[in-house]
């Protein structure tokens, strides 16, 4: 028998989940303010689990308070995506430092579910498909930067990739077609990490970064 809390707990994360993608996926845009009742409504709940998990979104960056009325979608700028494109260089590099350094007895077999998150997010960002690519490639993010064993560099790590896909997204959003214009080097990346190549990754991700900043860059013009 599960308890009231265990209930409620797992409820909570179902829909701090639910409302990420639709931050995610452009559905609910920047600015964009709501209510708890009107998220409660939404989901068919009680109001206790919708503002528990409008709470856990808020420590998360993805959402503002907003007095007397509820909450709104985090309006992040342009400064603060180069700030998390800096931050998100940083910990790529400790974390490539880290599995050269452990070697690859230890990873190979975690690496082929690695491969196979970086096949699909390559063949979405191929495509242009943006809703499959934001998926695979947060997977394909959070498995990787497992494979270095700190659970809270990790957890950082994915916190920014969400951050940075809620901004770009409304930018990507407006360009008419996406194929060839997103970045796909996610199997190459993994090949490196594979060879204990830190250096080789640390330049994949340093070109995949000047890549997103010019993308996003003509797109807001």
């Known amino acids: ?103 690859t007895d230890g990873i190979c077999l975690e690496l082929g579910s690695v491969r196979r ?7 979405a960002a191929t495509a242009g498909d943006l809703n499959v690519l934001i998926g695979y490639d947060l997977r394909f993010w959070r498995e990787l930067s497992a494979l270095f064993g700190n659970p809270y560099l990790s957890d950082f790590l994915h916190r920014l990739r969400v951050q940075s896909w809620v901004f770009v997204v409304p930018h990507l959003r407006r360009a008419p077609d996406l194929r060839g214009k997103l970045w796909r080097g996610h199997i190459e990346l993994v090949e490196a990490v594979a060879r204990r190549d830190a250096g080789a990754a640390y330049a994949l991700v340093a070109a995949y ?3 997103s900043l010019a ?3 003509n797109l807001a013009r």
């Open 1 to 103: 028998m599960r308890s009231t809390a265990v209930t409620r707990s797992t409820l909570r994360q179902q829909i701090a989940d639910a409302l990420r993608d639709e931050v995610l996926a452009g559905r609910l845009a920047p600015g964009q303010e709501f209510s708890v009742k009107e998220i409660a409504d939404q989901y068919g709940v009680s109001a206790t689990p919708v503002r528990e998990a409008l709470v856990d979104l808020s420590a998360q960056g993805l959402l503002d308070s907003v007095q007397h009325r509820g909450f709104k979608v985090h309006e992040f700028s342009a400064a603060d995506y180069r700030g998390m494109v800096e931050a998100r260089s940083i910990v790529a590099e400790a974390i490539f430092r880290g599995i050269a350094e452990r070697g």
């Open 117 to 123: 998150r970086a096949e699909e997010a390559q063949r």
């Open 209 to 211: 970064n000047e890549h």
């Open 215 to 217: 993308l996003v860059e």
